[in-house]
């Protein structure tokens, strides 16, 4: 996740220089291309590992319940009429 903040960075970096040197229409248009890029990058990586979050503290759920149960069917004694 570093690594795309870095790399986002230096995009702005780079395009900030651009905007006072003026250097060309040719890199303005690569960098918004790279922005675009690193962008989407960054928005399908943090919403695979908040998916992968979600599953896994619903998967930590139902194993706690899981014990939870076998626990209380362990200690459930029969009932005597």
């Known amino acids: ?3 795309w903040v870095f790399v986002l960075f230096g995009l702005g970096l780079a395009a900030f220089i651009d905007s006072i040197f003026n250097f060309g229409d040719i890199f ?3 960098n918004s291309v790279m922005f675009l890029l690193v962008s989407v990058g960054l928005l399908v ?4 590992l908040k998916k992968r979050g979600r599953l896994e503290n619903s998967q ?3 194993e706690k319940l899981e014990r ?3 626990s209380m069917a362990n200690q459930r004694q029969p009932l005597d009429f």
């Not at 990586?45 to 695979?48: D, L, V």
């Open 60 to 62: 930590e759920r139902i």
């Open 28 to 30: 303005r248009q690569v």
């Open 1 to 3: 996740m570093l690594l």
């Open 68 to 70: 939870d149960i076998k």
């Open 45 to 48: 990586r943090t919403t695979t």
